[in-house]
């Protein structure tokens, strides 16, 4: 059974940074393409940073971008969003996704992953 588990979410203060882990089990991950997504209160899941399966190729919304870093431990199965200044404004549940496409055309796109974990809950004070 494969599963995505997310950890080190928390609450901090605006200005502060968090590194998010994503670990994968049940099949080995090391060819898959994996991102990051969030969802905040009353407002539809948002794609945050994507990473192909050779970590060549990182991609980010804009809303992140220069904060935000993606990266991976193919061995280890882990994926890692390391987040610096954080927002009020990024405070939402985080939840890693992974797709068998080694460079999906779309990796902003929720569509494009088959497999998706629980999140965990950023939350950030002003």
């Known amino acids: 059974q494969v599963q995505l588990v997310e950890s080190g979410g928390g609450l901090v203060q605006a200005g502060a940074a968090l590194r998010l882990s994503c670990v994968a089990s049940?099949?080995?991950?090391?060819?898959?393409?994996m991102g990051w997504f969030r969802q905040a209160p009353g407002k539809e899941r948002q794609f945050v940073a994507s990473?192909?399966?050779?970590?060549?190729?990182?991609y980010y919304a804009d809303s992140v971008k220069g904060r935000f870093t993606i990266s991976r431990d193919g061995a280890k199965n882990l994926v890692y969003l390391q987040m610096n200044s954080l927002k009020p404004e990024d405070t939402a549940v985080y939840c890693c996704?992974?797709?068998?496409?080694?460079?999906?055309?779309?990796?902003?796109?929720?569509?494009?992953?088959?497999?998706w974990g629980q999140g965990t809950q950023v939350t950030v004070s002003s």
């Open positions: 990473i192909t399966w050779s970590g060549g190729n990182t």
């Open positions: 996704a992974a797709t068998p496409d080694q460079s999906p055309p779309r990796p902003y796109y929720s569509g494009s992953y088959y497999y």
């Open positions: 049940g099949r080995s991950f090391s060819y898959y393409s």
